[in-house]
């Protein structure tokens, strides 16, 4: 076929599609009209028939009556204007923006990846910005959404690398995303388990773009309508979640209000160590998107008994018992820290405000990181550590004192602080950071779970849950809410210090027979540093 046969097949390819498909349906006003602008992932390049089996037919299935779903995808085509083959050029972007669409998926990135055009990277934020604008300004005003860029196993770091696409990619369409206030899909965690389905290391197979159809389709049933003026990743706020502080060590609890609430422990600048940390905020949510910041809720000079200069305010956590919230926190009384940490506890009827100090929990070995799990029948338990131990015991009736001395807790691997307990189909979980080195003898704790039948033990270690963040500590807490498990853990996203720590939170999702997947970390921007 000669160039311009070629251009007029293609040209008419394309009028198909924006005018309803193989089909030709004509544009009517009670569909839904879906268009899906992207390379050759979007085309359907590996899968066994891209006319049914791309994501965006697959996607169509999904949906059925009422929506329309259009293919633009143009395979090799980047997001970079200077670009080797840019989607700004094809006819492709032509008929898509002329396509009439409520919504418009971007799922452009990967080829952005290549060594011949990643050198223009430092553009991709304002290329996106504009196509994303582009889009937007149509006379139907779609609803924008983009996509991280697929994860690609292609061993040829000249070509589509994932490593580029993890640390510079995904971050610059996130930031593309926050400054338009669009929404993120995050596709790279879709498939990043899965090299079997994408035989040549970058195309989806059919499966492989079923599973990217569904987590579209699942997104938009739970989010029919774009939340508000908000950016979110998955329909969640981003990553950090909380950017107008320095926060660390994230304790969630839902209570009775309805509201989910992360008691946090606050870094301090400029940071020595973790020394000078001095004071706890409150933060709560109702929809995982929106963040209110209660505001202070104790310092060190609100603890009699504490550290005379004041400072080390450590990991906290928070219990309720009848009309009760505790507030227990790891402070040091003497000025040599030393063995002189203790649990104390503050209480208030309040879930934010009006704490008081009213002594700590006589008894308690000298570890920090208190951690409080509330058991089905009413009885607390109490955990801390540090060193390589972690302890637990039975709190009285009062959630003041303890029952008994506190034990070892048995079958840890690797234990080193940040106990939390938390309890899935009568299957107790106790999870905690270790003591990790990476390969270059850097410390980037890593969190680990084991499972047990009992509150304290014995426990049977399980695995990975989180991998390390750019932070050499780690510390999370694990929470139900509204249906979905959420771990809630920190990073130095923002700082690239480890001592000006964020905390963060991700969907944790269980297998059938209750062990946890790895958490995938939805924005890790920070690996650009790392
Ligand atoms: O934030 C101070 C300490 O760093 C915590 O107590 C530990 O868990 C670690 O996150």
Not at 60 to 80: D, R
Not at 96 to 122: C, H, Q
Not at 174 to 193: F, G, P, Y
Not at 500 to 525: A, H, M, P, T
Request: proline share 5%; net charge negative; aromatic share 12%.
């Amino acid at each position: 076929m000669n160039q311009a046969k070629t251009r007029i097949w293609s040209l008419l390819l394309i009028a198909i599609l924006a005018t309803g498909g193989l089909s030709a349906r004509p544009h009517k006003k009670t569909e839904v009209r879906i268009s899906c602008v992207g390379a050759s992932i979007t085309e359907g390049a590996m899968t066994t028939h891209p006319i049914t089996d791309s994501y965006p037919a697959q996607l169509g299935k999904m949906l059925g009556k009422g929506y329309h779903v259009m293919n633009f995808g143009k395979g090799g085509c980047t997001m970079l204007r200077k670009g080797d083959f840019p989607y700004w050029e094809r006819d492709e972007y032509k008929a898509a923006l002329a396509s009439n669409p409520d919504i418009v998926f971007i799922d452009l990135g990967g080829n952005d990846s290549k060594a011949v055009n990643r050198t223009y990277m430092e553009e991709f934020v304002k290329d996106a910005c504009e196509m994303i604008t582009s889009f937007k300004q149509l006379p139907t005003k779609p609803r924008v959404i983009i996509l991280t860029p697929v994860v690609s196993f292609y061993p040829d770091s000249n070509g589509i690398w994932d490593d580029v696409i993890q640390r510079k990619v995904s971050p610059a369409t996130i930031e593309a995303a926050s400054r338009m206030k669009i929404e993120v899909l995050d596709m790279h965690s879709v498939l990043n388990r899965h090299p079997e389905l994408l035989s040549d290391g970058i195309h989806p197979n059919t499966e492989g773009s079923r599973m990217m159809a569904q987590k579209m389709y699942d997104y938009l049933k739970a989010f029919p309508q774009k939340a508000d003026d908000e950016m979110t990743v998955d329909g969640m706020s981003n990553n950090p979640f909380i950017t107008h502080l320095y926060t660390a060590d994230p304790s969630a609890h839902v209570w009775k209000d309805g509201r989910l609430y992360v008691y946090a422990s606050h870094d301090l600048f400029p940071p020595r160590g973790c020394d000078f940390m001095d004071r706890y905020h409150v933060f709560s949510t109702d929809d995982m998107i929106h963040w209110k910041d209660h505001g202070e809720i104790l310092n060190s000079g609100q603890v009699p008994w504490g550290r005379r200069e004041g400072g080390y305010m450590w990991a906290p956590d928070c219990a309720y018992k009848n009309g009760t919230y505790y507030f227990y926190f790891p402070h040091p009384s003497e000025t040599r820290t030393g063995n002189s940490w203790k649990i104390g506890i503050a209480t208030s009827r309040k879930p934010a405000s009006d704490f008081t100090v009213i002594g700590y929990i006589e008894g308690a070995p000298s570890y920090i990181d208190p951690c409080i799990f509330m058991d089905d029948d009413g009885q607390a338990y109490i955990y801390n550590g540090g060193g390589g131990h972690c302890m637990g015991g039975k709190l009285k009736e009062n959630m003041t004192a303890l029952e008994g001395p506190m034990e070892e807790m048995k079958g840890l691997k690797d234990f080193h602080e940040g106990t939390w307990v938390h309890k899935r189909n009568g299957i107790y979980y106790l999870s905690y950071p270790d003591n990790y080195v990476n390969e270059k003898g850097k410390q980037y704790n890593r969190m680990h779970y084991a499972i047990s039948s009992s509150p304290l033990g014995p426990w049977e270690y399980k695995g990975i849950l989180l991998e390390a963040t750019d932070c050499d500590t780690s510390h999370g807490s694990i929470v139900e809410y509204k249906g979905e498990w959420y771990l809630f853990y920190h990073n130095c996203a923002l700082s690239g210090r480890g001592n000006l720590r964020s905390i963060c939170f991700d969907k944790l999702y269980y297998n059938e027979d209750g062990s946890i997947q790895i958490v995938e970390q939805r924005n890790k921007s920070f690996l650009e540093r790392r």
